[in-house]
């Protein structure tokens, strides 16, 4: 087992946050089936809390924020498990909740707001990423259809700018031509009221490299998506990521480790351990990556991941030999090491 930094557990008073699951405030109705996910996250962090003899409570961040602060100060709370994927049903403001627990002052486990924010606008993420001379698909923002400049050959992918879970992806979001291309972002814009990302399609392995750490942080063993169908596009849509009974996550198998040469799994790993420094993710995130040929290209990345069982973090700690239980406890550290407000990152 890890050696804990504190001296026993029965004096570290920790917090679970979450927030409530409901209906999304744009987009589809289904995307709610993504905000649940978040119970078994609860779950998950409660059983192992119990198990190690940790005294904790969980908090739920519904539609008063007031309420929740008046908990977190009545219980004293030493750290915050964030496990807060939106608020009031908007993942748009997901970056504010550790900006409320900051201005409490109370540390957290995950990425800080400023992260937060740069990895949901996809375009800025993927600015901050070409600057630092990381590889991403050739990209362009679209606020309406007529913006559209050409450039970038078909097929495309289009997404919303601001989303994440897969949300708003689906087969139609595989583009071939103009026509496609002109319905695809006009229901972006219309159904999740933001500009619509086009990005060139990288035809090739998908991988999600997850790095847990902050001042040497581990890049985890690799998983791959490996697709069991034939044709185009082989893509994790929503349906895939969370419709169990729905034959495209039946046909989207994850495998880790993944099998890859050493040379191109040394390229993968930079690739993505300079992209979560990139982006001052910390703690622990997740990595998308497409290889085109032997040439890693970064699609995005995602701090605070999915924690769940059956989630690619998790398969990664496993093939990496940590269990859960180690990976809560080394990230309630990391979060203790920050009791300074002036320990940001």
């Known amino acids: 087992m890890l050696k804990r930094n504190f001296s026993t557990t029965h004096n570290i008073r920790i917090g679970i946050l979450s927030n409530l699951p409901v209906i999304p ?12 996910e978040v119970e078994e996250q609860v779950d998950a962090v409660e059983r192992v809390l119990r198990n190690l003899g940790f005294n904790f409570k969980s908090f739920l961040l519904g539609d008063n924020i007031e309420e929740v602060i008046k908990a977190l100060k009545a219980y004293d709370v030493d750290v915050v498990i964030n496990l807060c994927e939106s608020a009031f049903g908007d993942s748009h403001l997901e970056m504010d909740v550790p900006a409320m627990l900051e201005l409490l002052r109370v540390p957290y486990t995950g990425s800080p707001p400023l992260t937060l924010g740069l990895c949901q606008d996809k375009g800025l993420a993927k600015r901050i990423l070409s600057a630092a001379g990381i590889s991403t698909p050739k990209y362009q923002i679209l606020h309406r259809y007529k913006d559209w400049q050409g450039g970038i050959d078909y097929p495309l992918f289009v997404k919303p700018l601001s989303e994440d879970a897969s949300l708003g992806i689906t087969k139609e979001s595989f583009v071939r031509d103009d026509v496609e291309l002109k319905k695809r972002v006009e229901y972006i814009i219309k159904y999740y009221r933001q500009p619509a990302l086009v990005e060139e399609y990288i035809d090739g392995r998908e991988l999600n490299i997850a790095v847990l750490g902050n001042e040497e942080p581990l890049v985890l063993p690799i998983s791959e998506i490996i697709f069991k169908f034939n044709g185009e596009p082989k893509i994790v849509d929503y349906s895939a990521k969370w419709i169990k009974d729905n034959e495209n996550y039946k046909r989207t198998i994850p495998e880790c480790p993944a099998d890859l040469k050493t040379q191109v799994k040394e390229v993968v790993e930079r690739a993505a351990l300079y992209s979560y420094k990139a982006l001052h993710c910390r703690d622990y995130a997740r990595v998308d990556i497409r290889l085109k040929g032997e040439t890693p290209y970064v699609l995005e990345a995602n701090p605070n991941p999915d924690l769940s069982s059956d989630a690619g973090f998790a398969r ?9 239980e180690e990976f809560i406890e080394r990230i309630i550290t990391f979060a203790l090491k920050r009791r300074s407000p002036l320990s940001l990152f």
């Open 25 to 36: 405030s744009r987009g589809e109705n289904s995307d709610f089936v993504a905000d649940l």
């Open 316 to 324: 990664s700690l496993k093939a990496e030999g940590i269990t859960f």
